[in-house]
């Protein structure tokens, strides 16, 4: 019975982690419109850091807790979630097409390409360290900055006074924090749930830690969708995956030196590649994404989760 308090548990921690993001998204559209942030700078810079903040704050702690097979394995299954399922659904549930234009877009993608063979390092050396997290977050802040300097700014769309500003900032302290809070919960009965199952602890991050963080980005592309907001939509789910593999793996490697299991992050590897893969590859080649590709793609997430709950399909 122990087991289902834990899920339980989880389930009140996801509820509440997608309710405060749900709010600093909120937050942060009004201080990028009052700023006049672009869309591919609002969807990669803003929202993008803002939606991984629940990855954050989960690989955070995870790796002081000595767990950095929780810190990669969120950060792999958080991208895996992002490229195909939370793409597949927001096509579905927003019934938009994503539509793909822009040069700003390929090169979002391109970049995601060369970054996804990071993690194959990592599990090369298998382990995280101080070296790896510098050269993370300088990759970080390069593209940031490289991105901050792109397309048209959008500009406010109605007037904040200096007040109203400062209430925007605290409100989003607050939710930043109830972030904090429940995201300790996560990582603690994702270790328990881990330890009773026999499961390895990234396969743990790869599904219910992963899918659970990733609710921010399926809302915010959503929303961005219906509003025709195709760069923001698109800066926000890629940007979100290379955040995952620069800014949170940076932080997570220079918090924990604790060492990385192969056997248990190779399948989550394969099924990273593929989604990157995939998603480089239709956006070099098609114009949109519609209903067919979306179902494709939450295809890709399906046999992903039967690889991680140990069904063996195909050749891995």
Avoid at 120 to 131: A, D, W
């Amino acid at each position: 019975m122990i087991i289902f308090f834990y899920l339980f548990m989880l389930a009140i921690s996801f509820f509440f982690i997608a309710l405060a993001s749900d709010k600093i998204i909120i937050y942060t559209t009004k201080l990028s419109a009052y700023y006049g942030l672009s869309q591919m700078s609002a969807g990669f810079i803003v929202l993008s850091v803002v939606t991984s903040m629940p990855e954050l704050f989960v690989s955070v702690l995870a790796s002081l807790s000595s767990q950095g097979g929780i810190s990669v394995g969120n950060v792999l299954g958080s991208n895996v979630a992002n490229l195909t399922i939370i793409i597949g659904l927001a096509v579905l549930l927003s019934k938009m097409h994503f539509s793909i234009r822009s040069t700003s877009q390929q090169e979002l993608a391109q970049f995601l390409f060369i970054l996804s063979l990071i993690p194959l390092f990592i599990l090369q050396r298998g382990s995280m360290g101080p070296v790896l997290a510098i050269v993370l977050l300088i990759l970080f802040v390069f593209f940031s900055l490289k991105i901050s300097k792109k397309a048209e700014k959008i500009h406010a769309l109605e007037f904040m006074r200096k007040k109203d500003l400062n209430k925007t900032i605290i409100k989003f302290v607050i939710a930043v924090c109830f972030l904090l809070f429940f995201s300790k919960i996560v990582v603690d009965n994702s270790i328990n749930i881990a330890e009773l199952a026999g499961l390895p602890p990234s396969v743990i991050g790869a599904t219910l830690v992963a899918i659970g963080t990733s609710i921010p980005e399926l809302a915010t592309t959503i929303q961005a969708l219906r509003k025709h907001f195709f760069d923001m939509a698109f800066g926000n789910i890629l940007g979100s995956c290379i955040t995952n593999i620069t800014l949170i793996l940076g932080i997570a490697s220079l918090l924990s030196f604790s060492e990385v299991s192969t056997l248990a992050t190779g399948g989550m590897m394969f099924f990273g590649m593929l989604s990157t893969l995939t998603v480089w590859y239709i956006v070099n080649t098609r114009r949109y994404i519609g209903k067919k590709i979306a179902l494709v793609l939450i295809l890709i997430y399906a046999l992903f989760v039967l690889q991680q709950i140990g069904f063996s399909i195909l050749i891995f």
